[in-house]
């Protein structure tokens, strides 16, 4: 099966998610959690990603990401993910794979930034392991609630001002979860999420066909009748 070549457009915001595994526990201890995270800031520098969001649960990795070329997106999480695997594996004493084969992404409206942001930031709210979700230590939201620094996240982000009580804001995203599903199979597919006029400017931008196409071959024209 052919895969579908991914989408990744410089200076736009992505999604992006990676699974252990067959939906396996990456992450067992703190010291993975600390590991992956040394490994995916040393990788964000090197291939110009910035990271504006993120959160690790343990059996899967969620970015919100802005890459300056088509290859840091791809360069980033490669590097990140294969230091990580052979590290583990060494501590594990093992040699299977960590990852679920290749990680999914795609490019987002501007309109659904901001609550893509909250969204995966409030994962582990959503997902009943932690009441508030600037409480949970593997998650870019205590950084942005101002509760401790973090250097993997890019400093353009967010803008000042922007959001007066980040951690209340974050309360809202339990409104979100059909967004949240349309984000998670847009990922899936690789086609951008967003408008269509926000997908069309996109495709002028590209040369390339986004929107998803029926499969099948094309319907034969029919000639004229005589």
Known sequence: MVRRARTVIPGFVHHAMQLGCDHHAVFSTDQDYGLYLDFLHTAADKHGLSIWAYCLMPDHVRLIAVPGSEESLGGAIRDAHSAFAMRHNRNQGDAGPVWQDRFSSCVLDDLLVWSAVRLVESIPVLSGIADKAEDYPWSSAAAH?????????????????????????????????????????????????????????????????LRPQRRGPKPRSQGRKR
């Open 145 to 209: 609630c101002g509760l401790r620094r973090d250097e993997v996240l890019a400093d353009s982000f967010p803008p000042p001002g922007a959001i007066d009580d980040w951690s209340e804001w974050l309360t809202g995203a339990t409104k979100e979860a059909a967004l949240d599903t349309r984000i998670l199979l847009h990922t899936r597919t690789g086609h951008p999420c967003g408008t269509a006029p926000f997908i069309e400017d996109l495709e002028q931008q590209t040369g390339r066909i």
